[in-house]
């Protein structure tokens, strides 16, 4: 008898393991793969875009012809550190105290107060696997991956003769290599995402790949240099353009690389090679996105492509980032997910939207509760009709103090001194026009203050790089320098 109880136990022991292993399984292949492109620096310049007549980026104009492109998408600040930071912890800048550069140490205090987007996943069920630039500094952290490509670096050949540097600097270099292609990061990056890609998985998995062209140096393979045009067209510039500007708003350019461009007369050779750095990170996105589509993975698994902020290259008579103007906020943003294939069909959304709105966009479509001081609002909504409105505001932040708020037709910036910008996109897309002085727009000008933060979070003191803070820090943080 006793022995015959101890057979029905262990079989009833067996069938549970079996039913919960099973019911495990369904509830893994239920949840959605999630594929996670970003990229480094990356303005309008592309085809789905239309920022510059050139761009040649046929794989991301493909996916954003099968997703949906938000083509009026902003970033929370104009820098890699406070962006990343923003879009992976979930929090804004003004809430989290985030808004300058931090040295790499900063995630630690970080991972202790919130829980970034690969943790959550991961806690959650998920395998997660890195390559390439996800966070500003932060790479191989278990808590948050469960796998995390170790990159080999090899010294740059370039084509003799070639493109542009400024004196020997490395980062500011702007010509053709000759290195085999799987001597660059982003190729390297990339085939470690195609072979996650080709891997068995028992588990819903989450793959950022993290594509760091066209950040500087713009350096990259000879024949993406080759295949543009022999003539490159300059970006639609207002040579009395910073007249109305006010000074805060003017201290953020970097004119002394516009200058040193005029003078070298080298704006062509680095707007050139900004375009096949460009058409290199479609080449390596593409390699990606062609794995996912041959693999068993493709009906299950939802693509989200963005970058971290946008570029000057001359507008405004600046170069990089660090603005809050168009060039320096606006962002390719797409997401496909390959669930809806049959409906989605390729559709543009216009109306403004935050990156901020990632996090808890991903959590809901993995069905994961965001943590409840998780910024933004989720846009399953708008992928499911792309004629919803959103609730909350795209503000992008440079400083404490310093927002714009972009709205389908407007921008609005107001800086720690209260001076202020409005631009009438309708009307002015380059933003050449301030309008914040004159009396017929001051009830839009009162619209769109309504939408400014409500307060300022202090500035997170610790592990900071000094020359990126601006707004009301940075008198306190020039003495402190000194």
Sequence with gaps: MKLIITISLLLLITSSACVTASNK?????????????????????????????????????????????????????????????????????????????YEHDIHEQLMDRYITLPRLLKEHGYNTYGAGKIHHGLKDDPREWTGYFELKYSNKEFKAGAGYQVGNSKKNSFRPTVNADDEHVDYQVASYGVDILQSEHDKPFFLAVGIVKPHLPFDCPERFFNALPEKIEAPAILEDDLL???????????????????????????????????????????????????????????????????????????????????????????????????????????????????????????????????????????????????????????????????????????YFDGTEELYHHKSDANEWHNLANDVKHKKVKEELAARLPKRDAETIQEFISPWSVYGVDKEKWKTKKK
């Design 244 to 414: 109305d500007i006010p000074a805060e708003g003017n201290s953020f350019r970097r004119a002394g690389d516009d200058k040193r461009f005029k003078n070298d007369k080298a704006w062509e050779d680095v707007r050139r090679a900004y375009l096949a750095c460009i058409s290199w990170a479609d080449y390596n996105i593409g390699r990606v996105l062609d794995a996912l589509e041959a693999s068993p993975y493709a009906d299950n698994t939802i693509v989200v492509l963005w970058s971290d902020h946008g570029f000057h290259l001359g507008e405004k008579m600046s170069f990089k980032k660090f603005t809050l103007w168009e060039e320096a906020t606006r962002v390719p943003f797409i997401i496909y997910d390959g669930r809806e294939k049959a409906h989605q069909g390729g559709q543009n959304y216009s109306e403004a939207v935050s990156l901020i709105n990632i996090y808890r966009t991903l959590a809901e479509l993995s069905g994961i509760e965001a943590p409840g001081y998780v910024d933004g609002e989720s846009l399953v909504p708008v992928l499911k009709n792309t004629d919803e409105q959103l609730v909350k505001p795209t503000i992008t932040s440079w400083g404490r103090g310093n927002y714009a708020v972009r709205t389908k037709d407007w921008r609005y910036i107001r």
């Design 25 to 101: 399984k369904k509830s893994a292949e239920k949840a959605p793969n999630i594929l996670f492109i970003a990229i480094d620096d990356m303005n309008d310049w592309t085809g789905f875009l239309g920022g510059h007549p050139q761009a040649i980026t046929p794989n991301m104009d493909k996916l954003a012809a099968k997703g949906v492109n938000f083509t009026n998408a902003h970033c929370s600040a104009p820098g890699c550190s406070p962006s990343r930071n923003a879009l992976l912890y979930g929090v804004e800048p003004f809430n989290s105290g985030l808004y300058p550069f």
